[in-house]
């Protein structure tokens, strides 16, 4: 129990003091952001801070603190520590500087940015790439609600029919203007993820019984798993999330001041790793062992456990709430991921989106694309997209590190992106090589290799400090006006 307790201290502790650190590195200021400069109705729209904070909460968590965590337990209580310190030195810092350049460069996406600060051929591959994810993403938070649903109604409401419902909310929440349905409902539902996740934490001390393991580095995982890579991949949302990197921009368009970009994208991080940190700790404390957490994950999967932990723990309150949040959370990431997907290719097909035939347009074939998708097994999805997430969480910290470079901290300012980039550079090859669904090679193979990268990585950005920092003004001056270009001609 003081490990969870200490965790979550160092959680709070860590927005206190490391999110002023990085907005200071970024150097925030009183300019006008895309809210009010562009204010089109539509994507652009202001929000208050408080609302854009649950919104950016309900955009990035779905299922993945909750479902990420629960498979991530299975290591063990070590877990604690990757959800701490991967979630204050990698995931919140990767929030917040994608959402900030973000809001710098009008709200354009990640796809956008990379290709301004790492050159053209990566524009294009982050396109195809981040387009793909966000399908992904929005397919898998399709079958894992409409399977909860297919369960809890009767039985001519088959698993079909609520994947064709909740696909026809997509469809209108992803044309509607984003105060129509995300600004107005997604605020509640944060809050509600919230109680949840606090009804569970009430619970588990609660009662005598449940026992909460101290932290410790040994792995605990029933298989057999090594911890390096796998933890890192499978416990995503709940630390460090390349998904994220393409939600950031959405409330990029809506915050009204540069000072709210702390609490929207650094605050609603480390909200999603105390919930990832409490689902953790649960599902260890509820089944007592991690082979019992395993077992319980391959017999009931991710949703059933969820729903005996809450229902075990809080009687029928707790139920209500599994269903909730099982139901809600991802639906409100799938919606918003498709959002992105929009954005994304209207930035690509220079197709106006104050038009509601242009925004049709763009929808109805990736939608068409899900229907497809659904019919795959959830698990291989799941593993795909934790290897496609946590490679965009790599490149996406890449190209902070690139804008921090440009923009003048050249010296040690953009260490604070450079550093948890490698890692995940390293993390994300690495498991590459030796996953199943990778290349089945080694250990004494794979390892090195993750490592080498990330050492290359390491010279490449170091490389390029030194060249900005003995470049001149002259050089530096011809740079701006490029990215100005690029701006404007994408």
Not at 20 to 26: L, S
Not at 274 to 303: D, N, R
Request: glycine share 8%.
């Amino acid at each position: 129990m003081k490990s969870f307790v200490i965790a979550i201290i160092v959680l709070i502790c860590g927005y206190a003091v490391y999110s002023r650190f990085t907005a200071k590195i970024f150097g925030e200021d009183e300019r006008e952001t895309p809210a009010t400069a562009i204010n089109d109705g539509v994507d652009c729209v202001p929000m208050k801070t408080w609302k854009a904070v649950l919104i950016q909460l309900l955009n990035i968590a779905g299922t993945g603190p909750i479902f990420g965590a629960l498979m991530g337990a299975c290591f063990g209580p070590v877990v604690f520590i990757w959800i701490v310190a991967g979630s204050i030195l990698g995931g919140a810092v990767h929030d917040y500087m994608s959402g900030m350049i973000s809001e710098r460069h009008k709200g354009q996406s990640i796809a956008q940015l990379s290709g301004i600060y790492m050159g053209m051929p990566v524009l294009y591959v982050m396109r195809v790439f981040t387009i793909v994810l966000l399908i992904l993403v929005g397919t898998v938070f399709v079958t894992s609600p409409a399977a909860l649903l297919a369960r809890l109604t009767p039985q001519s409401l088959s698993g079909g029919f609520w994947i064709v419902v909740i696909l026809i909310y997509y469809l209108m929440a992803t044309l509607l203007p984003i105060d129509k349905i995300i600004g107005r409902f997604y605020p509640v539902f944060g809050v509600i993820l919230v109680i949840m996740a606090l009804c569970i934490a009430g619970g588990i001390v609660a009662v005598p019984e449940y026992t909460i393991p101290e932290i410790s580095l040994s792995n605990l995982h029933p298989s057999n798993l090594p911890i390096w890579p796998f933890m890192f991949i499978t416990v995503a949302c709940g630390a460090v999330s390349g998904f994220h990197a393409t939600q950031s921009p959405m409330m990029a368009k809506c915050i009204t001041s540069e000072k709210a970009g702390r609490q929207v994208f650094y605050g609603a991080m480390i909200i999603e790793a105390v919930i990832a940190l409490i689902w953790a700790a649960a599902g260890v404390a509820f089944y007592g062992s991690t082979q019992m957490l395993s077992s319980a994950l391959s017999e009931l999967g991710q949703s059933g456990v969820v729903y005996e932990i809450s229902h075990e723990m809080l009687s029928s309150i707790g139920g209500i709430l599994a269903v909730v949040g099982v139901v809600i959370c991802p639906i409100t990431s799938g919606d918003t991921a498709f959002r992105s997907a929009r954005l994304i290719l209207a930035e690509w097909t220079g197709l106006k989106q104050t038009k509601i035939k242009n925004r049709l347009i763009l929808t109805i074939p990736m939608l068409a694309v899900a229907v497809i998708l659904t019919q795959i097994d959830f698990d291989i999805m799941w593993r795909y997209f934790s290897l496609a997430n946590q490679a965009l969480a790599a490149i996406s910290l890449w190209t902070a590190t690139s804008y921090l470079i440009h923009k003048g901290k050249y010296k040690f300012g953009s260490l604070i992106t450079a550093l948890p980039a490698a890692f995940m550079s390293a993390v994300t090859m690495t498991y590459l090589l030796m996953a199943d669904e990778g290349f089945r090679l080694a250990l004494k193979v794979s390892y090195p290799s993750g490592i080498a990268l990330a050492v290359f990585l390491l010279v490449i950005y170091g490389l390029q400090m030194l060249q900005w920092r003995l470049a001149g003004e002259e050089y530096r001056a011809n740079w701006s006006q490029i990215e100005r270009f690029r701006k404007l001609h994408g």
